[in-house]
Nanobody, 125 residues
Framework: QVQLVESGGGLVQTGDSLRLSCAAS????????MGWFRQAPGKGREFVAR????????YYSNSVKGRFTISRDNAKNTVYLQMNRLKPEDTAVYYC??????????????????WGQGTQVTVSS
């Protein structure tokens, strides 16, 4: 079992930056690939980014590529999502998720085994 707790969300303006954190506890964090998803009001959950277990490979959705950066610190059992040049369409609840797979292009919710409770990000225009 892995417990995930997101933090760092908030209300920002267009063009601002925000860093989300996801702290993991339970089973060995470094065994898991980690992903970030988001869910805007009235929409389904959308893949944002993924990082492999060692942290040397990443994968992004086209909507955030070049603006967001996923990283992890296995010594701190934490994964991060640095979000720059935020836009109103980035407004959503952001979730981190974990799975044991090694493939990088894993974007379906169903492929992830553990989820956090989410943190709200609101970008005002």
């Amino acid at each position: 079992q892995v417990q995930l707790v997101e933090s760092g969300g908030g209300l920002v303006q267009t063009g601002d930056s925000l860093r989300l954190s996801c702290a993991a506890s339970g089973r060995t964090f470094s065994y898991f690939s980690m992903g970030w998803f988001r869910q805007a009001p009235g929409k389904g959950r959308e893949f944002v980014a993924r990082i492999n277990s060692s942290g040397d490979r990443t994968y992004y959705s086209n909507s955030v590529k070049g603006r967001f950066t996923i990283s992890r610190d296995n010594a701190k059992n934490t994964v991060y999502l640095q979000m720059n040049r935020l836009k109103p369409e980035d407004t959503a609840v952001y979730y981190c998720a974990a799975d044991r797979g090694a493939l990088l292009t894993v974007t379906r919710e169903s492929d992830y085994d553990y989820w956090g409770q989410g943190t709200q990000v609101t970008v005002s225009s």
